[in-house]
């Protein structure tokens, strides 16, 4: 099964043929195991075991991935869905970066930026508490900040305005 996953604006196109997976042409051994009744995912990649907690986003194909202590925000579409979507033009975007947004209720930990600061896409821009994990939030495309709408020690509703962004001028 072909699948086309984007990660930080990078696409890559991934096929899975029982326990080989091909990843941008390179041929991996893995084995994918989910842990029924949770959202917790085991991936092995060769001898390395992954722990990966998986959160559907709002929009078909969009999840949220813990990983390492890492939070990842990732598009994942079948070949189908991929091609649907690049026909429509359904996959064009607002152009520039997003606002960052809580993904879930939690206490901020650390703000990595400030206003004005130019940032990278993947950048860790804010670190939160949620679920007694601390989450890194990353940027979802190069821009910069435009304000910081949060403090550290604040608790945050899911959903709630952490910094406004706005492309580099």
Partial sequence: MKYFVTIAGREHEVNI???TVTLDGTALRAHIEDLQGTPITIVTIGTEVHRIVTRRGDEKGNY???VGGHRVVA???DARSHTIRKLTGASAK????AHLHAPMPGLIV???VAAG???HAGQGLVVMEAMKMENELRASAAGKVKR???NAGSAVEKGALLLEMEAES
């Fill in 75 to 77: 598009e994942a579409l």
């Fill in 117 to 119: 600061d130019t940032v």
């Fill in 64 to 66: 949220t991935l813990s």
């Fill in 110 to 112: 650390r703000i990595n």
């Fill in 148 to 150: 910081v709408a949060v």
């Fill in 94 to 97: 607002a152009a520039g970066p």
């Fill in 17 to 19: 043929d029982g326990d």
